[in-house]
């Protein structure tokens, strides 16, 4: 059972090129989730979706897109990468349960740099 | 706006002794959910513990506990006997909305730095 699992691992960009972060889930977890997490400000929401086919924007959106095409698998897209998106990117799924934690479960995190 | 406020960048405990760390939130909803993750020096997401708006209780796992206090609208987290692998970061998360986790956010986050 590998749970969410992040690709690339680490990434160096140069400034206005464009990557796609992959997240595959193998839990049928319906919700999806990318974050950032930059020092002093904790995790970040970019965007999130709610199941195949619908996504959503977080508290952080400027900048990237997103898709979640088949349940097990969302996107994270940086058209023109900037230096201000050099960050950890970190993926997390969970279920939309009626009662119950829904704790969320994260992927190992995708260290990007931008030049 | 900042939902989720984790006023302490930094704490030291004394190996064995006991540390509470601080976060309060903020939400208008009924339901919501708590919760504290660990971050290791390894990078990798730890679920500790949670707490649903509407527990009474506070909730307990292990030597970790929630002091929660829902008038003040905190969420203390409290390491009993701390051991030197308790190091890291903390960060205080919330929930909104019932049953599904809709939204899950962040606080800035504390380091935990566990002497000897």
């Known amino acids: 059972n590998a749970g969410v699992t992040q690709t690339p691992k680490f990434r160096v960009l140069k400034t206005g090129q464009s990557m796609t972060l992959l997240c595959a889930q193998d839990?049928?977890?319906?919700?999806m989730y990318w974050y950032r997490q930059d020092p002093g400000m904790g995790l970040r929401l970019i965007h999130y979706s709610v199941g195949e086919g619908t996504t959503a924007k977080g508290e952080v959106p400027d900048g990237y897109n997103v898709s979640r095409l088949k349940k097990q698998n969302f996107l994270l897209g940086l058209e023109s990468a900037a230096p201000s998106q050099t960050s950890v990117y970190f993926c997390a799924s969970n279920f939309n349960q009626v009662s119950g934690a829904n704790v969320l479960t994260f992927g190992a995190g995708s260290r990007l740099t931008v030049l | 706006a900042q939902k989720i406020t984790q006023t302490q960048p930094g704490m030291f405990v004394q190996e064995k002794e006991a540390v509470t760390l601080d976060c309060t939130y903020d939400?208008?909803?009924?339901?919501?959910?708590l919760f504290w993750y660990k971050q290791p020096s390894s990078g990798e997401m730890i679920f500790l513990i949670y707490q649903g708006s509407y527990d009474e209780q506070n909730a307990t796992e292990g030597r970790y506990s929630l002091n929660f206090q829902k008038a003040r609208k905190s969420a203390n987290l409290v390491i009993s006997a701390s051991q030197l692998g308790d190091s890291a970061m903390y960060f205080c998360a919330m929930r909104e909305g019932w049953g599904g986790g809709f939204k899950t956010i962040f606080g800035a986050g504390t380091r935990l730095f566990v002497k000897a």
């Open positions: 939400t208008s909803d009924q339901s919501y959910g």
């Open positions: 839990m049928n977890h319906e919700y």
